[in-house]
């Protein structure tokens, strides 16, 4: 095809992507549609069929007609005169022509393809994947056809050309898909396409997490008609408008960590001034994405490089961060993808797991219920593992759970047991119950916990907490209103005050551990 070639002087499929992608990018289209046109597809695949002979179908008269005429060249035996595509509306056709020959005698011949589209939702190395097929629906080689005597052809053909025609429509698929000789059928799977849009990276699993859900969501459209087909990628429908979550303390050490548990041990005091038989560990929201963030920041894949041709692209994910909603832990992870030249032209997303937090032995457990897409989708649980690959190479995933070890011994002493834990409005709430010998303990710090905090709230710092405790013992604030009002404290302060109080009240280490 010498006018595409002409149309379209050395362009490559890598070329057509990146105009793609940003036009996508800068908000001119919703999606990335990788749609070409006949010129473009076969201006593009001489990019790469022809990489051995650039002169491929020149129009320089100063060029050999050899040069002009085989895409590459057989020695002095003829050889391979290049691929046509062209797209109808239910499929396309492939036209490729062959020279071969010797002593000046030359077989010259043309394989001609009709090839209809299939497009399905197949399970495949147990996921969810599309299957994309293209059938034979008509084959001809020169001016004879050949579909209906397929196996006479191929085994006439491989004593002309030494080749048997399975492995050349083998060879000319191999780019792009695979080739089953009982059905006549080339076909390609999501998984596929993955490879071929992240092959040379030497890290993909970002890409391949985002493009998996892209497919599963039925996101991805194989488009053809008159004179165009390609893929078209519905990526808007997954935009995200979620804001990172905004830690005010980083924990850089085993000091800073115990300092967190201590601050937020005050709640289990507060708790005593609720008659009962336990107490309660609370833990407030920004604690907990505190230590999540100190857990996992050094295990997280934060970065990728998506270089096509000779534009690189950049895939960022934020660290993971949770909010605590109803009685689910939602933990997020948000993807940035973006041009390297042009960064302000950002496409964001998001995946959440939707979690239930439990107790297993010392052990704080996140168990994934559901995945979360962008603002508006839900895709199950078939694709945890690619999310959960996101957080690096690490100890605390363990199959479809994010586990944190011995978190309990942060809180608790020998004398007591942690019965459950459960969301609550912003806390992941602990219920501690003492065992017998400590009961008594118990007792006494409701007995004397107020006197402790009347002491304390002498203390000017305190008193904003002092006025949320005055309106709870007369009735107009919860306990939650006081443990929301400590945690709007300083870490420093809520240190400070859990100190105050042990120092009033005495020895309850056997209830309360002494950081």
């Not at 197949?122 to 005597?149: F, R």
């Not at 002498?458 to 405790?469: A, F, K, M, R």
Request: net charge negative.
């Amino acid at each position: 095809p010498y006018d595409d070639f002409e149309s379209y002087d050395e362009l490559s499929f890598n070329d057509i992507l990146n105009d793609r992608l940003d036009k996508f990018l800068s908000g001119e289209t919703n999606s990335i549609d990788f749609t070409l046109t006949n010129a473009e597809v076969n201006s593009a695949l001489k990019d790469l069929y022809a990489t051995s002979n650039p002169l491929f179908g020149s129009s320089d008269p100063n060029v050999s007609e050899t040069d002009k005429k085989y895409a590459y060249k057989l020695g002095d035996y003829g050889g391979f005169k290049g691929v046509t595509v062209y797209f109808i509306n239910d499929g396309l056709t492939v036209e490729a022509g062959v020279e071969a020959g010797f002593s000046g005698i030359y077989y010259k011949t043309t394989i001609f393809l009709e090839l209809k589209l299939k497009t399905e939702q197949v399970m495949y190395n147990d996921l969810t994947q599309s299957k994309y097929s293209l059938e034979i629906k008509n084959m001809s080689l020169g001016n004879l056809p050949v579909l209906w005597m397929y196996d006479l052809s191929n085994w006439v053909y491989g004593l002309v050309f030494k080749e048997d025609l399975n492995t050349t429509i083998k060879n000319l698929v191999s780019g792009f898909g695979n080739y089953d000789l009982n059905t006549k059928t080339i076909w390609i799977y999501s998984e596929d396409i993955i490879k071929l849009l992240g092959e040379d990276n030497q890290n993909k699993v970002l890409l391949e997490t985002l493009f998996g859900f892209i497919d599963e969501a039925q996101l991805i459209d194989f488009k053809l008609g008159s004179n165009q087909g390609g893929l078209s990628f519905k990526l808007n429908e997954l935009k995200s408008t979620k804001s990172q979550y905004t830690i005010l303390n980083s924990i850089q050490n085993e000091q800073d960590l115990k300092n967190l548990f201590t601050g937020q041990l005050s709640s289990v005091l507060l708790s005593a001034l609720v008659p009962g038989s336990k107490l309660n560990f609370m833990m407030h929201e920004l604690s907990l994405n505190e230590l999540i963030d100190y857990y996992l920041r050094d295990s997280m894949i934060i970065e990728q490089e998506l270089k096509i041709g000779d534009v690189t692209y950049k895939l960022k994910a934020q660290p993971i961060f949770a909010e605590l909603n109803d009685d689910k832990v939602y933990l997020t992870i948000i993807l940035n993808f973006y041009n390297e030249a042009e960064p302000t032209n950002i496409f964001k997303t998001h995946f959440t797991l939707e979690t239930t937090p439990s107790i297993r032995n010392n052990d704080l457990v996140f168990t994934v219920l559901n995945i979360l897409v962008g603002d508006s989708k839900s895709l199950g649980t078939s694709r945890i593992e690619s999310v959960l690959n996101l957080l690096g190479e690490t100890d605390y995933i363990e199959n479809n759970e994010i586990v944190i070890k011995d978190f309990l011994e942060e809180f608790t002493t020998q004398h007591v047991t942690v019965e459950s834990v459960e969301v609550e409005n912003k806390y992941l709430v602990f219920e501690i119950t003492p065992d017998q010998e400590t009961t008594s303990l118990l007792q006494d710090l409701q007995n004397e916990i107020q006197n402790a905090l009347e002491d304390v709230f002498t203390n000017p710092q305190y008193s904003n907490l002092e006025s949320t405790y005055q309106d709870f013992i007369n009735n107009q604030a919860t306990l939650n209103d006081l443990i929301d009002t400590m945690n709007d404290l300083s870490p420093n302060v809520q240190q400070q005050l859990f100190e105050d109080l042990q120092n009033l009240l005495g020895d309850y280490s056997d209830l309360i551990p002494n950081l």
